[in-house]
């Protein structure tokens, strides 16, 4: 009996979620098209230098003399523009993937979300004790937090290529566990990545943050409301010295998720407007057919009471997703994945930065999330995914090290002041994380191939 209600269970997949998982999985296969574009423009003579200059191009939105494009009193370059501006959005959809998740989704309940969040935890801990021990309190030792992320686009678009043969339990173990390693990425990106602190536009922020606040309870629903105001906690935060992403965060955790119109009401508006279309008449109802007055009235209330009914975080989550898996990602894996191999060693693989990424991300995350699961589920704390093995979960385990995305991010952070020095471990930090998340990516496809069941698990999957 328990078995059935389990299965019954794992098969009430919300179709959010759901719609995450088809989303992000199509996204990473053009986001894998927009890295090796990069490398490719960042590689052949000429075209090289184009490439490169074009994301140092200054870009303004002037009103009078204000630049709302400026950065610490400089205008913004185009490279800027993409990894502090466009970035918001990805980190703000990542708020808003986390606050549904913990309101009806995978973190709702402990006992649902305690599983991935293990895991996480192992697999952000044990790649960042493996690249700092590498380093070996080497300069580049302050990108240790490198190999901790797990990239939610990539991971499922390989999980994707094995179709319904992966069990739909699996494939949501493996993107809560990405959301839980965004919010680590989220902590260490505020705590550690911080310059110069100018707290009166932290004082103004906090401000605009509890309007915000306020407009949730108060059930003010209008999106505008919470982009504008949202915008301007972005520029408070792009010049407070604490990195812009997290206003993204915070702002959507301000995003009401209840919907005005309760349901209820929604769905009594729709039996009483179709009672008006009687089958008897279906045959009129032709290409000529004129609505009553009355019945125009009726749909007109459907028409408005829908937009109300689906609540502001599901209908900006749900707008948003395409945006930054077809666009947003993909613009930023093209400007950020270009490295210029021609002046690397082949030898600088294996050393340094680069193996030290390497190893923390197809060596680390895979130690860290499948033996901390290994725990858990050995101790009795959780119990395994339902319709998953222990090499599945291995497998699996081993696709957590496809880093990129939020890997680059922090890359981007952790060497920043110009140097000579830095610029070389920026550029092998790049190389090593598309290494070590090919290697993953690749060595957990085969794995998965090798010990998925030929048949498909879940009828429900679609």
């Not at 704390?381 to 496809?402: F, R």
Request: net charge neutral.
């Amino acid at each position: 009996m328990s078995e059935n209600v389990e299965t019954s269970g794992f098969h009430k997949v919300y179709y959010a979620a759901k719609k995450a998982i088809r989303v992000h999985a199509s996204g990473g296969n053009i986001l894998i098209a927009a890295t090796i574009l990069a490398f490719i423009m960042a590689n052949v003579p000429v075209v090289s230098d184009y490439y490169n200059a074009f994301w140092q191009q200054p870009m303004r939105i002037q009103i009078g003399d204000f630049n709302v494009l400026s950065h610490g009193g400089h205008p913004m370059t185009v490279l800027q523009f993409i990894n502090d501006a466009l970035m918001v959005v990805f980190f703000f959809t990542i708020g808003l993937e986390i606050k549904r998740e913990v309101l009806v989704g995978e973190l709702s309940s402990l006992k649902k979300a305690l599983l991935p969040i293990i895991a996480a935890c192992g697999g952000m801990i044990v790649p960042v004790v493996i690249f700092y021990f590498l380093s070996n309190g080497a300069d580049y030792s302050k990108g240790s937090a490198i190999p901790m992320a797990t990239d939610i686009a990539f991971s499922l678009g390989v999980l994707a290529m094995l179709g319904k043969r992966v069990p739909i339990a699996l494939k949501v173990f493996l993107t809560t566990l990405a959301v839980v390693d965004d919010i680590g990425g989220i902590v260490v990106i505020a705590a550690c990545y911080t310059s110069h602190i100018e707290f009166m536009m932290l004082v103004y922020a906090a401000i605009l943050m509890g309007v915000l606040t306020l407009g949730t309870v108060f059930k003010i629903q209008s999106k505008i409301f919470y982009i504008l105001i949202g915008l301007v906690v972005w520029f408070l935060f792009l010049n407070s010295g604490i990195h812009s992403t997290i206003a993204g965060v915070l702002v959507a955790f301000c995003i009401p998720a209840s919907p005005v119109f309760p349901v209820k009401e929604y769905v009594k508006n729709i039996r009483e407007a179709i009672s008006d279309f009687k089958a008897s008449d279906d045959d009129k109802l032709g290409e000529g057919y004129m609505l009553t007055p009355d019945q125009v009235d009726k749909l007109k209330r459907i028409e408005s009471a829908s937009d109300k009914v689906i609540s502001p975080l599901q209908e900006l989550e749900d707008s948003l997703q395409s945006i930054v898996n077809y666009f947003i990602i993909p613009l930023f894996a093209f400007s950020n994945a270009g490295v210029y191999l021609l002046d690397l060693e082949f030898a600088s693989i294996f050393q340094g930065v680069s193996l030290a990424v390497i190893c923390g991300l197809f060596i680390g995350k895979f130690l860290g999330i499948f033996l901390f699961s290994w725990a858990a589920i050995k101790l009795r704390i959780v119990t395994m995914p339902y319709g998953s093995t222990w090499k599945m979960l291995a497998a699996v385990s081993v696709l957590g090290g496809i880093g990129f995305t939020v890997s680059m991010f922090i890359a981007n952070l952790s060497f920043v002041d110009g140097s000579a020095n830095d610029a070389m471990y920026l550029a092998n930090a790049k190389l090593g994380i598309v290494i070590g998340s090919l290697l993953s990516g690749f060595v957990g496809y085969y794995l998965l191939s090798k010990v998925l069941p030929r048949e498909a698990q879940d009828a429900n999957d679609e």
